[in-house]
Structure formats: structure tokens, C-alpha cells
Nanobody
């Protein structure tokens, strides 16, 4: 069992930055790939970025490539999402998730992730 708690969301103007954190408790955090997803009102949950257990592989959605950076610190059981050059269309609830499957390349499909946090709201004003 892995418990995930996100923090760092808030209100920011377009062009600004935010850093989200996701703290994990439970066993074997370092064995999980971690992902960030987001869900805007009236829309389905969408993939943002994922990182493998050893940070060797990262995978970004095209919409955030070059603006967002994922990282993790396995010693602190935490994964981060640095969000720069934010746009109003980035407004959503952001969720972190843990993937414990066998795929060496972390998946983008949310249904493949095993554990989810409660989410943190990010609002970008124009």
C-alpha cells in the first residue's frame, strides 16, 4: 500500500511558476514509477508526465514539454513537478500516481496506475 499526498498547488498568473510535491508513505516507493495527471472541469483525466523508478526515463505530454520538469528523491519518498511558463489551460486538479507494473517504460494511461493522491488545485489566471 502506498499513500500519496500532493501539495504546492495554488493561484498563479499566466507566465508564472509553481512547484508541486507528492509525498509518499508506505513500502517500496523507490520501486514505483510515478506520474502526474490532471483533470480540468468537464474533462477527462489526462496524462502530464511520468518518471521511472530510477529517474532514467521520463515521458512528457506534448502540451507541457519544455515547460514542466518532473523529478524525484527516493531518499525523501517524494516526487516533484516544476511547472514554468504556466498558461490558463494548465488550470486543473493535479494528481500524482504510482505505477507498480512490469512495463519498463512508464505508461501514460491512468488506468494502469495503482495508487493515487487526493489532488491539488492549480489555477492559472490570464
Amino acid at each position: 500500500q502506498v499513500l500519496l499526498v500532493e501539495s504546492g498547488g495554488g493561484l498563479v498568473q499566466a507566465g508564472g511558476s509553481l512547484r508541486l510535491s507528492c509525498a509518499a508513505s508506505g513500502r517500496s516507493f523507490s520501486s514505483y514509477a510515478m506520474g502526474w495527471f490532471r483533470q480540468a472541469p468537464g474533462k477527462e483525466r489526462e496524462f502530464v508526465v511520468t518518471i521511472s523508478w530510477n529517474t532514467a526515463i521520463t515521458r512528457y505530454a506534448e502540451s507541457v514539454k519544455g515547460r514542466f520538469i518532473i523529478s524525484r528523491d527516493n531518499a525523501k519518498n517524494t516526487v516533484y513537478l516544476q511547472m514554468n511558463s504556466l498558461k490558463p489551460e494548465d488550470t486543473a486538479i493535479y494528481y500524482c500516481a504510482a505505477y507498480g507494473g512490469r512495463q519498463s517504460f512508464p505508461p501514460a494511461s491512468p488506468e494502469l496506475y495503482d495508487y493515487w493522491g487526493q489532488g491539488t488545485q492549480v489555477t492559472v489566471s490570464s
